[in-house]
């Protein structure tokens, strides 16, 4: 950004106006003497010289609008103004044919049209900037460091331009767009002639291929494949020594080749350093571990020894805290389930009440059916790439805890199986001490002590950032939400009775009723009822395609005998009278305006009923003349409400 803002006014760069050509130094400095430009900062060392946009006079002003941009634009892009759409770039790269009868690839496509709709602009550009030379009366430059400013600061999402950063490249290709239109602006890979099949292309690629081979051949091996296929095509023959240098000098082509993806991924491509969080919740990774513990189980007759648990952990990457765990024999959808909801359940011993992170990273087990419970539990859910260990912080985690706490268990199993012989435990250990191991049960509460443990040594630093965080930086999650997603089922539907919605959790009968007014309308549906077996006070009614949810409260039961009454029993009982009367107003309310609605034709129905029903004569003895005349009003009602296009509303046959 050119311009700069001091004490509430904008400032302009006097170098950058006088290099652009908008003004000359001699000009500018008799201005400046006259009192015509402001100077709001002297120039020296290191600090450049500014004046006072508004000071100039107004034909300056607009060169500078042209040249940096208008300085009350948010953007302030001067070539935004004369960006637009070139429908014959479009048509002449969606037709350009390369070979064999292919087109451009789409995203390829899209590229170039950018570049020739940006290039148009700066064409444009340089054309206003010329035209306005006249105006000012001096020599406005092609200041090309500004315009490639400008060219980088484009908006990509809308023009995905590849044009180039530096100015002298980007005044070369313009250069050449001028000189040869759209077609300069294609690679010469997709030239039609660029497919020139010559002996040495053939050469490189038959060594290359052969270096990248998955078997590895060594340098000989290669060397003498080569050389056979050389002999038939009378190519000159290479050696191992040769076949050396190209393998170093192409060791990162062949590689993935030799060592496979996630191998390449980990040691040819640049890895990210990232920084800590620096607030709790603020990222959460999650993943499971096959815990490097051992424990025996009974099956088929015989007890074996070489089982082990496998733990799901969310860490807070704040301080490494295990916010929420849970332990099973292998790693499911409900286990990694179980594991937050226990992290939802830390949040609230912790805090108070339930919090979601801001994001959440985990790894692509079952991630399409658990991507809604992701999104519900943190703000921004970034599953990492598959197969990149070194995107989850939590993977060296896992080995500190088993260095930390599990080597030093008698049932410890040892490190991966990739890891140093020498530093495995003792094979005639542990089948001598195997009867020692513990049961499954004994596994889960070794774990849990571990878990616990680290949550005790990092509390206080969680606490402590805590309360230091901005309250805007704090989600809270919902009783329904957390219901929603975390809650247990009965596996029944239930219907609504008069005392509310009866179920049975773990076999005891509980009653659950709801003050919104709204809750009693729904009658007929069929609820699931969710909860959470650490807190019962609540629950959460869903009809069967969750568009209704409401939380429910269990009924507070009410003695019979005023005796037996309690501190807070009139509360409850009063609560329950205000609701019940706010119900009765609301259907009286409702039924008064109903009411309201039809009273221009309640008017008629009294007299059209009894003239319908009864013979009464009126005083010259008449009947009929009186019945056909309301007739006759009835017919009139019904043709007004059929010409102003809308349904007869009268509830009751007039006739």
Known sequence: MVYETIEGRIAVPVKAVIDEGIISESNYKQLVSRGKIKVMQRGCYNTPALADYSSFPERFRRVMDTVFGDPKSEKQNALVEFLGDDIAAAEFYNSYEIDDDRYLPADTIKEYYANACVLNAVHLLLNNRRALQKMCGGTVKAHWPTIAQNVLDVDRSQYPHSLPANDRRLKERYAQYQKGGYEVLIHRNFCNNNSAKVAEDAQRALLIELLALPNNLDNAQVCEQYNRVGRLMQWKEITAAGVATWRKKYDTEIFAGRRGSTAFRNKKTMQIKRSAPTAPLFFWTMD????????????????????????????????????????????????????????????????GEMHRSHQLQSDRYAIKAMTPLYEAIAKHSTPAKVKNAKAKVIEPYFNTINKKYCQLQGNWSGFGITSDKEKQPNVEFLNKF??????????????????????????????????????????????????????????????????????????????????????????????????????????????????????????????????????????????????????????????????????????????????????????????????????????????????????????????
């Open 434 to 655: 195997k009867k020692e191991f513990p049961d499954y049960d004994a596994v889960v509460a070794q774990v849990a002590a571990i878990v616990e443990r680290e949550r005790e040594a990092g509390k206080q630093k969680m606490l402590d950032a805590w309360a230091a965080m901005a309250h805007e930086d704090k989600l809270t999650m919902s009783r329904e939400s957390y219901l929603l997603n975390f809650g247990q089922t009965t596996g029944k539907r239930n219907m609504m009775e008069g005392n509310g919605l009866n179920i049975t959790i773990n076999g005891m009968k509980r009653a659950y009723d709801c003050f919104d007014l709204n809750w009693r309308k729904h009658t007929s549906e069929h609820w699931q009822v969710r909860y959470d077996e650490a807190d019962l006070s609540t629950v959460l009614a869903v009809s069967e395609n969750e568009s209704l949810r409401y939380l429910l409260e269990e009924k507070y039961i009410q003695p019979m005998a005023l005796k037996d009454r309690k501190v807070g029993d009139a509360g409850q009982l009063q609560r329950v009278k205000d609701h019940n009367e706010q119900l009765e107003k609301q259907v009286s309310d409702f039924r008064a305006a109903n009411i309201k609605a039809m009273s221009p034709i309640l008017e008629m129905l009294p007299q059209l009923d009894t003239l319908s029903k009864l013979l009464i004569t009126d005083s010259k003895g008449q009947h009929k003349n009186n019945r056909n005349a309301t007739r006759a009003i009835a017919g009139s009602m019904r043709e007004q409400a059929q010409d102003a296009d809308v349904i007869d509303a009268t509830p009751y046959d007039l006739y």
């Open 288 to 351: 499971g571990w096959d815990v490097e513990l051992l424990y025996q189980k009974e099956e088929n007759g015989r007890t074996t020894y070489h089982h082990r648990p496998t733990v799901v952990i969310v860490l807070d990457t704040f301080c490494k805290y295990p916010i929420g765990y849970a332990v099973g024999t292998h790693e499911t959808p409900e286990l990694i389930t179980a594991a937050l909801r226990n992290a939802m359940r830390h949040t609230k011993e912790l805090f």
